[in-house]
């Protein structure tokens, strides 16, 4: 479902990322990193109507990003966070860092999706309770 | 022959088809009138012509030559889709008008003639274009301007005859008259051209649709494909552009509907590249970037995955990043022509894409034609045709018009396959993938992606690596490095440390390779731990001035030139030692100094810890720690030194003190004394600079700027800040690393003071009083104090007013004036033994009231010993007070009648009385020692005043007054305001000695009005009566004037008193002459009783009444009873 899942600080450097497969992390790194380039455009063409919604989807990234080694497309979603994802925030942060920080503005979720599957649909990864079950496909891989 | 770029769009297609129109009987070279006429036609042409592509040739020229047409398509099997020359003959060769232009007047001379010649060149003409549907027209080249139609009956004759003679309809006749206005005749001729041309390409559609009624659907499959582009493009010819891209479209779909198999593979998808560009082409042009997208997106989606041949896989890829290429161009374009691109939609990704598959393509290149030394380009060429030239797009040279499933001719086929793979290795790969990148990044810069752009600089440069140009390649890693490091992303930082690592070693490039590997041992690395040994290895290696081993992934060649490089590094004598700047890498040592104190005192050793870490994998000896101070004297103090053998170097003890055992944090004080002329001034570290290696090796040193710290390290401080909230305390003696912070200054102040100093004083001051105050000096020093000085008196940086009012001294004896200054400096009191005290008394007068800050500064010398070194200290000690100055006394004075009656004007020569009260404000006692009356000339005192206070002493709130009889002598013009004079009050505290000076206030008193009156009077009279007791009363009148005055007198009767004496009188009295009246008073009734009162009139002075003179006389009298004379004694002394 989910092939990487990132979480990145507000001053955009990782506080979590998986991906799956493991053997090209570094291109998911890169791919979660330049399109941190749309979600601050997005985050500052937002400004500060963001900051009263609950839900801050930001929509799709990228959609035709096409994958290298694999032969399919890849979708970028990504979120900003607020209360709303503290739970998540606490199960990522206090696992998996040293600094059991959680701010709750401007975190992003940045997720990355396998776009041959269909039956994701956009206004479905809008749902926290969906989010939740993109994380927990993810973490039954990894076996985090 | 197959060239380099095979894989570029032909021009025919990529540019604008406009209709071909061909003029003959132009003779441009030696015929300036036809010259003229063709730079009409083609000269400057703007955009608001009609789009026609016109071309001069001669009368004879050969067309191509129309093959006969075919009556039925039945036994006709079609060997590809387009004929690669058909694009180009219809743009450049055929055209869709022929037009002949002929010298001919309507009134020539030799008519006949030249008619029929006329009809002879159109006729060699249509015999050229036998076959074709090209136009025909003839343009008349005259002479004289014609006139209006229907007016001249000749021309309209012979143009009949000559349109018969030709077999022109008369639309295709056209007259060009040779006169003034040339152009304006050229754009009416050029649009009547256009209006044939479009005809042409409209007869060309019909004609090639009227075929498809022939076609089946099982062997015609690709002249579907043919047919639909041909009609394409001629309606793109036509400017029908709508049509036209309608014809593309099912052109699309009908290529895509093709059988495919390897065979046909390159040619269905050249083919379907060249409609899609032309779709995408025609919807930018059309302002509908979205269709253009969304066909592209549509184009890659259907053939991304026609690969084709296996061997041949690079073609894909090859043609795959064409695809983009050109797509990013026709994006580009149309943004130039005024398209708005966004950031998640613009050229760059396209560029990027295209960039990606020129990598694979190299990649399946490499992996392809990785072919043995033996193998050679095989011969025959199966790549060469006849005619030099492919027949169909998209087919092989070795089997062109074949299309079964399989390749007629197996050796041929694997000859031309190994011929193709032969070429592609030739071709520069890197060289295309860098083209492409650095397209993007242009792209993405302009659209705000930086992060894009960073990344898109990272594969440029692993690219320009695999290019073996590693100086590039590090150029550009170098560039975005310290962007993934700002960021924190440490993944992405290694793997670009990784790379720029590799580029080092093998250019044997040492301070770089230095560089690279301590930010790759260390803490922002993500590299496991094996590897990270192996980094610090050749590290320790190149320190040792050895061959580093070889990184992995390097080709070997390129492995074993690297290492002859570094041999020759290594011979190199006196190049062998680096400063590398640390602070804005993530170094694997890290670093924090700081004073132990933001501030010490000048007799206190400063102490200094120097802080390092080692993050690396194994023990690391360095030789010497250095710290650098911004007073350069100190910079010897803070040295560690020890120099070590290369033994050490590889085999680090853990225990030494020179060793860093990772993870572990270790602590370098150093303590040194501060120079007494520091005092006062900031110490700064300004570097620290840790040695590794030795001097016989190779040695590095580190340098942070300031106290330490790196490009990571705040952010880990602030880190550490938040989560210490949440977290308990830890151990003591474990330093946790995160909680040491930088301390990268101090001040040096002076040594604390052991002196004691008091002031004793009784304030407030008193205004003008010498106020005195005691300063005590007491030294609490062990030795002796020298040179002690006090500085006193009023603190600077006050109201400047304030020191014109305030005068200080020492001698408390005499009063000080303005020549005194405000403060006194350096008042030298000499050594004082331990335990000494002195007392110096300050006088301080101030002139105004208000409160004042006063300064006692007392500074002295002192030799000390810190840290067995001598030192003379200077120190000092302030003391500041704030005094009040508040007036003594309120000084309030009136004049009153000699009747106690409030005056408010005085007489002349007639006296009144000056009374004073000195109103004590002080709240300590004060002694009045004397006061005295200054009279101003124009005021006498009745007798020798003297004062009445002397010595009197007021407590707070009391009251001294005093009491002057005063008479002013006469003035000028009978009324005026005179000075009265001053008084002056000496005065001293009581609690003062004798010979204390006395201070003197001068109260001026007020000026008075005096009168002058032309009568005086005043009664004489007993002071008390006795009832039925006669009493004497003498009224004595002066006339003051210099006139003889009438005066009318009378006495009102009174119930009180009987009286004898002139009840009513009138007088006249001398000038100066006095008159005195006597009545007898005979009171009859006790008590306070009312006398007659006496009334006086001046006939010549009516202004002086009665009531003003009445003031001189008593009112009443007090009249005892009648009766015992035993109270009479009692009563008096009432």
Request: some cysteine; hydrophobic content about 25%; overall charge negative.
């Given at each position: 479902m989910a092939v990487c899942i990132a979480v990145i600080a507000?001053?955009?450097?990782?506080l979590y990322i998986r991906s799956v497969?493991?053997?090209n992390e570094l291109k998911f790194h890169y791919t979660v990193h330049t399109s941190l380039d749309v979600v601050e455009e997005k985050i500052s063409a937002v400004g500060?109507?963001?900051?009263?919604?609950?839900?801050?989807?930001l929509g799709l990234l990228y959609?035709?990003?096409?994958?290298k080694v694999y032969p399919h497309m890849i979708r970028i979603l990504y979120y900003t966070c607020l209360h709303v994802f503290y739970q998540i925030e606490n199960i990522l942060l206090y696992r998996h860092?040293?600094?059991?920080y959680v701010t709750n503005s401007k975190v992003k979720f940045v997720i990355v999706v396998d776009?041959?599957?269909?039956?994701?649909?956009d206004n479905e990864i809008r749902s926290v309770s969906q989010l939740l079950n993109l994380y927990g496909s993810l973490k039954g891989f990894q076996g985090i | 022959m197959m060239s380099p770029t095979q894989w570029d769009l032909p021009p025919e297609l990529c540019c604008r088809p406009m209709a071909f129109v061909a003029l003959t009987?132009?003779?441009?070279?030696?015929?300036a009138i036809h010259r003229a006429i063709w730079d009409a036609f083609?000269?400057?042409?703007?955009?608001?012509?009609?789009?026609i592509s016109f071309k001069v040739l001669p009368g004879d020229h050969e067309y191509p030559k129309c093959r006969t047409k075919r009556t039925?398509?039945?036994?006709y099997i079609p060997k590809?889709?387009?004929?690669?020359g058909w694009m180009n003959k219809h743009l450049n060769?055929?055209?869709a008008l022929l037009v002949l232009f002929y010298e001919l007047d309507?009134?020539?001379?030799?008519w006949k003639e030249k008619q029929s010649e006329c009809a002879t060149k159109v006729e060699i003409v249509r015999t050229s274009l036998q076959g074709r549907n090209t136009k025909v027209a003839v343009v008349l080249i005259q002479k004289k301007t014609p006139l209006?139609?229907?007016?001249?009956l000749v021309a309209s004759e012979r143009a009949a005859s000559l349109c018969n003679a030709c077999d022109l309809?008369?639309?295709s006749l056209f007259v060009l008259p040779h006169t003034d206005h040339l152009v304006g005749y050229i754009i009416r001729l050029e649009n009547a051209f256009y209006e044939h041309a479009q005809t042409y390409y409209y007869t060309e559609i019909r004609r090639v649709k009227?075929?498809?009624?022939?076609?089946?659907?099982t062997t015609h499959q690709l002249l579907f494909v043919r047919h639909q582009f041909k009609i394409a493009f001629f309606s793109e010819l036509k400017q029908d552009t709508q049509n036209s891209l309608k014809y593309y479209r099912t052109a699309y779909s009908l290529v895509h509907e093709l059988r495919t198999h390897e065979t046909n593979m390159l040619e269905i998808k050249t083919m379907a590249g060249f409609i899609n560009y032309k779709i995408c082409r025609l919807c930018f042009q059309h302002n509908t970037p979205l269709d253009a997208i969304a066909q592209f997106r549509k184009h890659i989606d259907l053939c991304?995955?026609?690969?084709?041949s296996a061997e041949l896989a690079f073609e894909h890829t090859a043609w795959m990043s064409k695809q983009f290429q050109s797509f990013g161009d026709l994006f580009d374009e149309a943004i130039k022509l005024g398209l708005t691109a966004i950031q998640t939609q613009n050229p760059g990704f396209y560029y990027q894409q295209a960039a990606y598959y020129a990598q694979e393509r190299k990649q399946q290149a490499t992996h392809l034609c990785?072919?043995?030394?033996?193998?050679?380009?095989?011969?025959?060429?199966?790549?060469?045709t006849p005619s030099g030239?492919?027949?169909?797009?998209?087919?092989r040279a070795w089997r062109q018009g074949h299309q079964s499933?399989?390749?007629?001719h197996m050796e041929k086929e694997k000859g031309g396959i190994l011929a193709l793979q032969m070429k592609e290795k030739d071709v520069p790969h890197s060289e295309l993938i860098i083209a492409l990148l650095s397209n993007a990044v242009a792209q993405f810069k302009k659209y705000k992606c930086p992060r894009m752009k960073s990344h898109l600089m990272v594969q440029m440069g692993e690219e320009y690596n695999h290019a073996k140009d590693y100086t590039k390649a590090l150029k550009l890693l170098d560039y975005v490095m310290c962007d993934y490091r700002t960021e924190r992303w440490w993944s992405l930082l290694t793997s670009i440390l990784s790379t720029a690592l590799r580029c080092s070693y093998l250019m044997a490039h040492v301070k770089d390779y230095i560089t690279y590997s301590m930010e790759l041992v260390g803490r922002a690395s993500t590299l496991r731990e094996e590897q990270k040994s192996r980094i610090e290895k050749n590290l320790i290696k190149v320190l040792m001035n050895e061959v580093p081993e070889a990184e992995p992934d390097c080709d070997q060649a390129s492995a074993k030139a690297a290492q002859a490089l570094w041999s020759d590094r290594m011979s190199?004598?006196?190049?062998n030692e680096f400063t590398i700047e640390v602070q804005d890498y993530v170094p694997f040592v890290q670093c924090k100094a700081k004073f132990l104190s933001p501030s010490f005192h000048v007799d206190d050793p400063v102490q200094l810890h120097v802080y390092l870490r080692a993050d690396c994998p194994h023990p690391v000896r360095f030789s010497k720690l250095c710290v650098s101070l911004?007073?350069?004297?100190y910079n010897q103090l803070c040295v560690v030194e020890e120099p070590c053998k290369s033994q050490d170097i590889l085999?680090?003890?853990?225990?030494?003190?020179m060793c860093l055992v990772p993870g572990k944090t270790r602590i370098y004080s150093f303590k040194f004394v501060a120079k007494?002329?520091?005092?006062g001034k900031k110490i700064e570290i300004t570097a620290v600079d840790l040695m590794l290696g030795s001097d016989n090796g190779r040695c590095v040193f580190l340098n942070w700027r300031g106290g330490g710290g790196d490009a990571a390290s705040s952010h880990e401080a602030l880190l550490a800040a938040r989560s210490f909230k949440s977290r308990g305390r830890v151990p003591?003696?474990?330093?946790e690393w995160d909680t040491v912070?930088?301390?990268?200054s101090t001040m040096i102040i002076s040594r604390i003071p052991k002196i004691s100093v008091q002031l004793s004083h009784e304030p407030p001051a008193l205004n003008n009083e010498m106020y005195r105050i005691t300063v005590s000096i007491q030294s609490n020093e062990e030795t002796v104090t020298k040179d002690v000085k006090l500085t006193a008196g009023l603190k600077p940086?006050?109201?400047?007013n304030l020191t014109q009012s305030t005068h200080v001294t020492l001698n408390g004896l005499e009063m000080c004036d303005?020549?005194?200054?405000a403060l006194l400096p350096d008042i030298a009191i000499g050594d004082l033994q331990p335990g000494e005290k002195v007392e110096k008394y300050l006088y301080v007068r101030c002139v105004t009231t208000g409160a004042r800050i006063f300064l006692f500064h007392v500074a002295y010398a002192l030799s000390t010993k810190v840290e067995g070194k001598d030192i003379t200290c200077k120190c000092h000690k302030d003391e500041i007070v704030t005094i009040e100055t508040v007036v003594p006394f309120e000084v309030a004075v009136k004049f009153v009648s000699t009747k106690f009656e409030h005056l408010d004007r005085v007489y002349v020569d007639i006296p009144f009385l000056l009374m004073t009260d000195i109103l004590s404000a002080s709240p300590w006692p004060l002694r009045l020692v004397t006061s005295q009356l200054q009279l101003a000339p124009t005021m006498a005192a009745m007798d020798q005043p003297q004062s009445q206070v002397e010595q009197v002493v007021l407590q707070t709130g009391e009251c001294a007054s005093e009491c002057f009889s005063l008479q002013c002598p006469p003035v000028l013009n009978g009324m005026s305001s005179v000075a009265s004079g001053q008084y002056l009050i000496s005065w001293k505290r009581k609690?003062?000695?004798?010979?204390a000076p006395v201070v003197t206030t001068v109260a001026t008193l007020p000026h008075v009005m005096v009168e002058t009156i032309p009568l005086y009077v005043h009664a004489e009279l007993p002071s008390f009566g006795r009832v039925r007791e006669s009493m004497p009363v003498r009224y004595h009148i002066q006339n003051r004037t210099g006139l003889v005055q009438d005066v009318e007198m009378s006495v009102e009767p009174s119930d009180a008193f009987m009286f004898s004496g002139l009840k009513q009188v009138r007088l006249r009295i001398l000038p100066g002459a006095e008159q005195e009246m006597l009545y007898n008073f005979y009171p009859l009734?006790?008590?306070y009783q009312n006398l007659p009162q006496l009334n006086i009139g001046l006939l010549r002075f009516p202004a002086v009444s009665g009531q003003l003179l009445r003031?001189?006389?008593?009112s009443r009298i007090f009249v005892k009873p009648q009766g015992?004379?035993?109270d009479d004694a009692s009563i008096a002394a009432a």
């Open positions: 507000k001053e955009n450097y990782p497969p493991v053997q500060k109507a963001m900051a009263d919604q609950r839900e801050l989807y959609p035709t990003e096409d994958y860092t040293r600094y059991g776009s041959s599957n269909t039956s994701l649909r | 009987g132009l003779d441009v070279t030696y015929n083609c000269a400057n042409r703007r955009a608001d012509r009609v789009p039925s398509y039945e036994w590809g889709i387009l004929k690669t060769l055929v055209p309507w009134d020539d001379a030799v209006p139609p229907g007016e001249d309809s008369g639309k009227s075929h498809k009624e022939f076609l089946n659907k991304k995955k026609k690969i084709g990785a072919h043995e030394a033996s193998v050679s380009y095989p011969t025959p060429d199966h790549l060469e030239a492919l027949d169909f797009y998209g087919q499933i399989d390749p007629p190199l004598a006196g190049s911004s007073n350069q004297e085999e680090a003890s853990s225990q030494e003190n007494t002329e520091d005092v003591e003696q474990h330093v912070s930088i301390q990268a940086g006050q109201d400047a303005e020549s005194h200054p609690s003062w000695s004798a010979d009734m006790a008590g003031r001189f006389l008593p015992r004379q035993a």
